[in-house]
Each structure stands twice: as structure tokens, then as C-alpha cells.
């Protein structure tokens, strides 16, 4: 099983909707990310979280809310769904001690279409 | 502000033949942490290395190697004896260390290399 886990892999949906994209990790890290990767433009951050009680935007947060539900889950949501947040989305997660210290390890990616 | 580049947009080469992808950064941070991701066609994206800006040793992992210099502000990928199954978008990516007062926490990426390794 992987270690970071995105469900679901693909969405598709329509404006003005809302979803949510889950994220759950067994590694134990206590900090988690949620990307966009837009084709040509790399991936942006949205959210992270270095705890369940520490949540903070990142560079593009408008039209996107996030929720640290357990160490283990982080779901991202589009609360009214627009054409132009269709992406892919990376949710990943990082610990702070250790040989793996400042890694970011990723999920395999939800693929979003908006009609 | 942090900045990684990669100025090669995509590279076509054949099987066996070397190959350098470039990433050049910048950052006023005094201590920094490179990295580089692979995604391969079913685009997933897999961590290959990180290196911390103290420690300027090159590494080689079999047919990877990367060259680290800080004097440019540089962190290139080299695959020796390419093969098909490299073929895959390259990102690297920059983040800030514990000593900087940074926020140790977000990854600049650049807009990745697509490499394309044919037969």
C-alpha cells in the first residue's frame, strides 16, 4: 500500500459544485501539503498543515478550504467549482527529524476536470 | 523571494546517451536544501534527492549523478547511458534550512524538464 494515499484519482464534476479530495498518510509525519501542478507551471502550493491544530495558506488558497482532520488525513475542498481549477492536485506530507528530514514525499495525484 | 529555474523546457535524446538537466536558483537564505522529483508518464511524483547547502560533495546513485555549486547557484542532473524508461518530467525544487528563520516548510519548484528518451 503507498504511503500517501489520494482519493479519488480521477473527478470529474461541474461549476459550481462541491468536492473534496481526501488524503491520508502511514508515515507518521506530522506536516501535510496540498499542490496543484497546472501543465508548464510546476506545482503551487495551496494549504499546509504543520500539525492538526496548524493549518496555513499558501500561495494560491482563494477558492480552496482545507481540513487537518487527524495526523494521518488532510482533505482539500472546492467549495463552488470553476473551470479553471481543473489540475491535478498533489497532497504530500514531510517530518522534520531524522534521515528524512525536509522531504516531501507525494501521493499519487487526483486528476480534476471542471465542465 | 526564491527562484528555481530550469531553463530547458524539453530535451529529446536517444537511448545510451548522456544527459544534463539544469536548475539554476536563487535565494538569500544562508542555509537551503535542493531537491529533485521525477514523474514519470503515469505521473506520480518520486523524490530522488536532496542536498543541503553545506554540503557541496557531488553524488552519484548508479546511472544518476548531481552536480551541486553554490558559486553559481546551480544543482544539475546528469543520467549516464539514458534508457527509455527515464523518459519522464524532471522538477527541481528549493527550500529554506532550520538556521535561516525561514519558514522551512514550502518547496519553490521550477516548471520541470521533460525528457524524452527514445529507443
Known amino acids: 500500500d503507498a504511503d500517501v494515499t489520494q482519493t479519488p484519482r480521477n473527478r470529474i464534476t461541474k461549476t459550481g459544485k462541491r468536492i473534496m479530495l481526501e488524503c491520508s498518510q502511514t508515515k507518521g509525519h506530522d506536516r501535510m501539503y496540498w499542490y496543484r501542478q497546472d501543465p508548464g507551471l510546476g506545482l503551487q502550493l495551496i494549504y499546509y498543515?504543520?500539525?492538526?491544530?496548524?493549518?496555513n495558506k499558501g500561495e494560491i488558497s482563494d477558492g480552496y478550504s482545507v481540513s487537518r482532520q487527524a495526523q494521518a488525513k488532510f482533505s482539500l475542498s472546492l467549495e463552488s467549482a470553476i473551470p479553471n481549477q481543473t489540475a491535478l492536485y498533489f497532497c504530500?506530507?514531510?517530518?522534520?527529524?531524522?534521515?528524512?528530514?525536509?522531504?516531501?514525499?507525494f501521493g499519487a495525484g487526483t486528476r480534476l476536470s471542471v465542465l | 523571494a526564491q527562484k528555481v529555474t530550469q531553463a530547458q523546457t524539453e530535451i529529446s535524446v536517444v537511448e545510451k546517451e548522456d544527459v544534463t538537466l539544469d536548475c539554476v536558483y536563487e535565494t538569500r537564505d544562508t542555509t537551503y536544501y535542493l531537491f529533485w522529483y521525477k514523474q514519470p508518464p503515469s505521473g506520480e511524483l518520486v523524490f530522488l534527492i536532496r542536498?543541503?547547502?553545506?554540503?557541496?560533495q557531488n553524488e552519484i546513485s548508479g546511472r544518476y549523478s548531481w552536480n551541486f555549486q553554490k558559486s553559481t547557484s546551480s544543482f544539475n542532473f546528469t543520467i549516464t547511458a539514458s534508457q527509455v524508461v527515464d523518459s519522464a518530467v524532471y522538477f527541481c525544487a528549493l527550500s529554506d534550512g532550520e538556521d535561516s528563520g525561514g519558514s522551512n516548510y514550502k518547496l519553490t519548484f521550477g516548471k520541470g524538464t521533460l525528457l524524452t528518451v527514445n529507443p
Open positions: 504530500a506530507t514531510s517530518d522534520l527529524t531524522g534521515t528524512v528530514k525536509n522531504i516531501q514525499y
Open positions: 542536498r543541503n547547502s553545506f554540503d557541496e
Open positions: 498543515s504543520f500539525d492538526v491544530k496548524d493549518i
